[in-house]
């Protein structure tokens, strides 16, 4: 996204006015791909920015919400589904930047497209899943579960297997206590 033009936002009419402050909503392209691996903002995708600009002594505070949606892959089934997605980010871009300022004031304006990219990729979920009950795969056959199939297996670890014993007790005792199971 280097040298993107479309990130930068005019600060003129606020410079060097602590106090002041500017509200803006715009809607932009991503003109890149942001993110690697399960989860992805596509480039072309658009992102609904809402802005705050606050002139400060130091310099330009930007609070920026972005609304977009993420495209991804299950981590546990492996479809490609889309979802929306919401980040917000502060930073303050300094009048004099040090070297403890990440992000400084260019003329008349700042560039969002560095700390809005590292916002929306940091944001992003590691191990996206297309619904919380996905069952996944198969282990053995590598194949999608189904919901119901999942549930109804059979098979259990052998780790768990005393576990899943003392289950079995429990209930039979609860029903030699309650035959008709209420």
Not at 75 to 95: D, H, I, M, N, S
Not at 122 to 144: H, K, Y
Request: net charge negative; proline share 7%; charged share 30%.
């Amino acid at each position: 996204m280097s040298g993107a033009r479309v990130f930068h936002e005019n600060i003129r009419d606020i410079y060097n006015r602590p106090g002041e402050m500017r509200e803006r909503t715009r809607t932009v392209a991503a003109p890149e791909r942001l993110g690697e691996g399960l989860a992805w903002v596509a480039e072309g995708e658009n992102l609904d920015l809402d802005l705050r600009l606050e002139s400060v002594h130091e310099g330009i505070l930007a609070t920026v919400e972005v609304n977009t949606t993420v495209h991804a892959e299950c981590g546990r089934c492996l479809k490609e589904f889309a979802t929306p997605f919401q980040v917000e980010f502060q930073e303050l871009f300094a009048y004099t930047p040090t070297e403890a300022d990440e992000y400084g004031v260019h003329g008349d304006h700042v560039d969002l497209e560095p700390p809005l990219r590292d916002a929306v990729v940091l944001a992003l979920p590691f191990q996206p899943v297309c619904r919380p009950d996905c069952p996944g795969l198969d282990p053995e056959s590598g194949e999608l579960r189904e919901a119901e199939a999942a549930a109804e297996s059979g098979a259990v670890d052998p780790r768990w297997a005393a576990l899943a014993g003392y289950l079995a007790e429990e209930k039979d005792v609860d029903r030699s206590a309650d035959p008709e199971g209420n």
